[in-house]
């Protein structure tokens, strides 16, 4: 069975740090593309980051730039998703979603997406 899990998430106040796992069982993540999404209450999912199979291309937010790093450890069949500089504002519900196709490109809006995690929650509150 095809699976993505997330990890990572919790509470951290302002200016806090978190790291998101992402970790695939049941294919590899070698082939597929990975996004970090996020959804807030009341609002659209919206895309945060992205990174193509290869790692060799990334895309960011502009709420996120400077302050996450998307990476991945193919080996461990996990991407991550590092995040600093915290803001209240960032407090959602966090999916990853693997693309098939994106050897050298990934995907801004999730719609492309074929398999996606179960979410995982992060606030940022003082």
């Known amino acids: 069975q095809l699976q993505l899990v997330e990890s990572g998430g919790g509470l951290v106040q302002p200016g806090g740090s978190l790291r998101l796992s992402c970790a695939a069982s049941g294919f590899s993540l070698n082939y597929y593309a990975i996004g970090w999404f996020r959804q807030a209450p009341g609002k659209e999912r919206e895309g945060v980051s992205c990174?193509?199979?290869?790692?060799?291309?990334?895309n960011y937010a502009d709420s996120v730039k400077g302050r996450f790093t998307i990476s991945r450890d193919n080996a461990k069949n996990t991407v991550y998703l590092q995040m600093n500089s915290l803001k209240p504002d960032d407090t959602a519900v966090y999916y990853c979603a693997a693309f098939r196709y994106g050897s050298s490109w990934c995907p801004r809006g999730p719609n492309p997406y074929s398999y996606w995690g179960q979410g995982t929650q992060v606030t940022v509150s003082s």
């Open positions: 990174i193509a199979s290869s790692g060799g291309s990334t």
